[in-house]
C-alpha cells in the first residue's frame, strides 16, 4: 500500500536550522551559507523519508520561520512599509517575522496566532486596499526541483486559498470575498507552472475546513475551487485536511474535482462515519491513521481496524497531520528500552506508515504481533488507590464553600488590602546570572547549599525592592524555576523528560514538552520551602505560586491509555496536596496559573463544553475546593482570548483573576461587564512582551479605563504576565511607575 507524509519537521535532528538561522541574525554567517545549510537539511529530509519507502514525499514543508508567511511572500502579501525598507528578500522576510529596527526603517512584526489546537504560531498576514495578490515568489518551485535534480519527485504542498484567507487579518474597509477572483488567478499560475516543471501531485492544506463552517463559508470555498480546479491540467490536486473532520462540507469536497482527499481519522471524529456514507471511486483518499502530534507508537490493530472500514477504491496511508507537532527521533534520546519501545517520533513514524502497509499486503505479520505485545501487557502498574480516588469524587469535591460573595466579604476583613491593590504576576527577571546558577546545580557543578543560598538571597533582593516601591502582595520571584510545568513536572511521579524532544513553537522557538508517562501523584512538596521562607522575611503578603492541572497537560504530551480527563484529575489532586500544603506552612494567598486553559478548546464550539470546558473547569475547581474562606486563590491566564467563555472562566470561582489586556485594548472589559464577571480581576495595565518602559500617565490612563467599567472593589492592578524574559532595569523602572500610577489614582477616588 502506498504512504505519504504531509509535512516534515524543518528543524533538524539537532535543530540546525534554529542555531544556524540565529547565527545568521547574529551575522555571524552569510545568506549563501544559511541557504546552504538549509538545502543540506532539506536534503537529508528527503532522503530519509524516500529511504522510509515513504511514496508520497512532501516539499515546500520547509520554512526559515513559517509557511504561511512563506505564502505571503509567494503571493505578494506584504505591507507596504515592508517594501519600503528596501531589504532584500530574506530580510524583508525575517524583518516581517521578528520586526526591524535599524538603518533602513522600523517596523514592527506581523501578528502572530496560535496554529489551530497546536502550539506552533504563524504570522497573520495582513490584507487592505492596496494588496494585490499575485505569483511573485519561487520558493516551492525552486525547492520541487531541488528535489527532483537530487531524483525525488516531491509533492509541494501550498496552504490552500480558503485557509489563507480565512487566517488572515482584513482592514476595515476589506473582506475576504474582495480577493476571490485575485487569490483564484494566482493558485492557477501555481498550478500551471507546476505543469510547466513536471510535478505531478500539489497538496493543498486546507486545515480551516474542520472549524465551523457558515453557509457563506461554504460559498467561499466553492467559488474559488470550482473555478481553480479547471485550471489544474495534468497536476493532481490533494485536498488536504488535518486537526478535525470535514462534516460542514463533505458532500462538496467529495463532487468536486480533487483528485485526492486527505482526511484525519485521529482527531477526525466524524470522517469514517462521513467516508462510510461514500466515497468517490475515481478520487484517491489519503487517509491519515498514523498521529502526527502524539509521540506514543501506533497501535497498528485499531488502526487496521479503521482501514479496513473505509470504502475507498483507492487508498493512501498518511499521518493525521503534518509532523512538525513532533520532536524528530527517539533514536536521540536515553530512555531504557523497554520505555523507548513504545514511543515514535517523526522518523520513527515513517517506519510505522511502512509496517502498516506491508501488514495491509499480507506480509510482517511479526510486525503486527510486535506491535501487540506493547498494548497487551501492563506498560505501567497503575496507581490503584488513586484510582479510587478519582472514582469516588463527587459534586462537591469540586465545589469551594462559602459561595464566593461571602468569600469576598471574609477576605476583605482578613486582608485589609488598599483599594486597587497591586501585585505581579510571579516571576522576575531570569538574568544570566541565575541561569547560569540553576544550570550549574544541575549539572552538580553546585553544592545544594551554595544554591540555596544564591536563591535566599535573590528573594530575599526583590522583596525588599517590592516591599520600597510599595506592591501590596509580594512574590518570591520563582528564580528557581526553569519552567512553569517542568519545574512542576520533575517533582511529581509520572513524568518523563526527553533530551533532544524539541518540537517547533514558533519560528527558531522550540519547546520541549515533558511526557505524562504514568499515573500522577506528588512525591514530596514542590513550592513549599521557598514560598515558606519568602513568607518569614516579610511582614506583607507573599502569594504562593502553581502552575494549574490544565496547563500542566495541555503543555506536555499526555497519555493514550487513559483519557486527558483523568490524567488532569490526577494532576489536579497532586496540586491540590500542594496548595493545602502551603495553606497550612502559612501562605495567605495562592496564585494557580493557568495560562494555556485556552490552548486545547475545541475548534468546533459545538465541542467547547462537553469535550473539554465541561472537565477543564471542574479540575481547576478541585484544585482549590478545600482551602480556608479566609485563603484567596488567584489564577492567571496569558491572552485575554477568552471573552466567549467567560461564563465558564468565572465558574473556576477563583478570587482574583489576571490576565493580558493592554495589548487587546481592554477590549474584553466591556464584556466582563456584560456579562456580570464575579471574579475581581487584574487586567494587565501594560505589555510586559516588550521591553519599553510604560510612563506613570499611559498606566493611569489604563486604570482610568478599567475603572470605567468595572466596580472599584473588583480591580486588582498587575502587568500583563510574568516578568522573567525582561531586564531587571526595564522591569524596577515601569513597576515603579505602576505603584506610583495607582498611588495617584487612589486618591482621586
Ligand atoms: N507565574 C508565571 C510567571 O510569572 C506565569 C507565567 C505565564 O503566565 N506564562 O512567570
Ligand atoms: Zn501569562
Redesign the pocket.
Not at 504576565?721 to 522573567?724: A, P, R, V, Y
Given at each position: 500500500m502506498v504512504t505519504s507524509v504531509i509535512g516534515f519537521p524543518r528543524i533538524g535532528e539537532n535543530r540546525e536550522l534554529k542555531f544556524n538561522t540565529e547565527k545568521y541574525f547574529r551575522n555571524e554567517i552569510t545568506q549563501k551559507e544559511l541557504f546552504a545549510k538549509a538545502a543540506q537539511l532539506r536534503l537529508k529530509h528527503w532522503k530519509l523519508l524516500q529511504k522510509a519507502g515513504i511514496n508520497y514525499i512532501p516539499s515546500n514543508d520547509f520554512s526559515f520561520y513559517d509557511t504561511i508567511l512563506d505564502t505571503a511572500f509567494l503571493f505578494n502579501i506584504l505591507p507596504q512599509e515592508a517594501e519600503n525598507l528596501g531589504l532584500d528578500t530574506l530580510d524583508e522576510y525575517f524583518a516581517l517575522a521578528r520586526g526591524y529596527q535599524g538603518k533602513q526603517g522600523d517596523i514592527k512584526a506581523l501578528p502572530m496566532k496560535k496554529w489551530f489546537n497546536t502550539n506552533y504560531h504563524y504570522l497573520v498576514p495582513q490584507f487592505d486596499k492596496k494588496t494585490r495578490i499575485k505569483l511573485v515568489g519561487n520558493k516551492i518551485f525552486s525547492e520541487f526541483m531541488e528535489a527532483k535534480t537530487a531524483g525525488i519527485n516531491t509533492h509541494p504542498t501550498l496552504v490552500g486559498p480558503y485557509t489563507l484567507l480565512k487566517l488572515s487579518d482584513f482592514a476595515e474597509d476589506v473582506k475576504a470575498e474582495d480577493f476571490v477572483t485575485q487569490i483564484t488567478v494566482a493558485y492557477a499560475e501555481v498550478t500551471s507552472k507546476f505543469n510547466e516543471l513536471g510535478a505531478t501531485w500539489l497538496q493543498f492544506d486546507e486545515p480551516s475546513l474542520v472549524k465551523d463552517m457558515s453557509t457563506e463559508d461554504r460559498t467561499l470555498f466553492n467559488k474559488i475551487y470550482e473555478k481553480l480546479l479547471t485550471k489544474k491540467g495534468n497536476l493532481k490536486i490533494l485536498l488536504q485536511t488535518y486537526f478535525g473532520d470535514v462534516r460542514d462540507n463533505y458532500s462538496d469536497l467529495v463532487n468536486l474535482d480533487f483528485d485526492g482527499l486527505g482526511l484525519d481519522f485521529i482527531e477526525g471524529r466524524k470522517n469514517l462515519e462521513l467516508v462510510k456514507n461514500g466515497f468517490p471511486d475515481e478520487k484517491i483518499l489519503f487517509a491519515g491513521v498514523v498521529n502526527g502530534k502524539n509521540i506514543w507508537r501506533n497501535n497498528y490493530q485499531q488502526t487496521l481496524k479503521i482501514i479496513r472500514q473505509i470504502p475507498a477504491k483507492n487508498t493512501v496511508l498518511s499521518t493525521s497531520c503534518s509532523l512538525l507537532h513532533v520532536p524528530f527521533s527517539v533514536a536521540n534520546e536515553d530512555f531504557k528500552p523497554e520505555i523507548k519501545k513504545h514511543f515514535a517520533f517523526a522518523k520513527e513514524k515513517l517506519g510505522e506508515l511502512g509496517e502498516l502497509s506491508s501488514i495491509l499486503e499480507g506480509q510482517s505479520s511479526g510486525a503486527l504481533v510486535k506491535n501487540q505485545q506493547l498494548f497487551t501487557g501492563n506498560r505501567i502498574k497503575s496507581h490503584l488507590a488513586l484510582k479510587e480516588k478519582i472514582a469516588n469524587l463527587t459534586e462537591d469535591s469540586f465545589v469551594r464553600t462559602p459561595e464566593f460573595s461571602k468569600r469576598e466579604a471574609i477576605q476583605k476583613k482578613e486582608f485589609k488590602l488598599p483599594i486597587l491593590p497591586t501585585t505581579?504576576?510571579?516571576?522576575f527577571p531570569q538574568t544570566r546570572e541565575v541561569k547560569k546558577m540553576r544550570a550549574q546545580f544541575k549539572r552538580h557543578e553546585l553544592e545544594q547549599k551554595e544554591y540555596d543560598t544564591f536563591i535566599a538571597a535573590k528573594i530575599n533582593e526583590w522583596l525588599k525592592w517590592q516591599e520600597e516601591i510599595g506592591l501590596n502582595i509580594l512574590?518570591h520571584g520563582?528564580f528557581e524555576?526553569n519552567d512553569?510545568v517542568e519545574y512542576f513536572g520533575q517533582n511529581l511521579s509520572g513524568y518523563l523528560f526527553s533530551k533532544n524532544g524539541w518540537v517547533q513553537s514558533y519560528g527558531t522557538r522550540g519547546v520541549k514538552p515533558p511526557i505524562i508517562w504514568g499515573d500522577v501523584t506528588r512525591q514530596k512538596p514542590i513550592t513549599v520551602k521557598w514560598s515558606k521562607y519568602a513568607q518569614e522575611q516579610t511582614d506583607k503578603i507573599v502569594k504562593g505560586?502553581l502552575?494549574g492541572p490544565v496547563t500542566i497537560l495541555n503543555w506536555s504530551f499526555p497519555r493514550e491509555d487513559i483519557s486527558v480527563r483523568e490524567s488532569t484529575l490526577q494532576i489536579a489532586l497532586a496540586i491540590q496536596e500542594e496548595v493545602l500544603d502551603l495553606e497550612a506552612n502559612g501562605i495567605r494567598i495562592i496564585?494557580i496559573?493557568e495560562?494555556?486553559l485556552r490552548e486545547k478548546l475545541p475548534l468546533r464550539k459545538s465541542d467547547w463544553y462537553s469535550e473539554y470546558l465541561d472537565w477543564a473547569i471542574p479540575a481547576f475547581r478541585l484544585v482549590h475546593s478545600k482551602v480556608r474562606p479566609e485563603t484567596q486563590i488567584h489564577t492567571?491566564?496569558?491572552y485575554s482570548e477568552f471573552t466567549d467563555i467567560i461564563p465558564a472562566i468565572d465558574n473556576m470561582d477563583a478570587d482574583v483573576i489576571s490576565f493580558e489586556a493592554s495589548r487587546s485594548n481592554l477590549e474584553i472589559l466591556d464584556e466582563l461587564q456584560a456579562k456580570h464577571f464575579q471574579t475581581e480581576v487584574g487586567p494587565g495595565v501594560y505589555d510586559i512582551h516588550s521591553p519599553r518602559v510604560p510612563s506613570v500617565n499611559e498606566i493611569k490612563n489604563a486604570i482610568h479605563k478599567i475603572l470605567q467599567k468595572v466596580p472599584e472593589q473588583k480591580i486588582w492592578i498587575n502587568p500583563d504576565?510574568?516578568?522573567?524574559t525582561r531586564g531587571e532595569q526595564e522591569t524596577k523602572a515601569s513597576l515603579k511607575n505602576l505603584t506610583s500610577a495607582t498611588r495617584e489614582i487612589r486618591k482621586e477616588l
Open positions: 505581579t504576576i510571579g516571576s512574590v520563582e524555576r512553569m505560586m502552575t496564585q496559573d495560562a494555556a492567571h491566564m496569558c504576565c510574568g516578568l522573567k
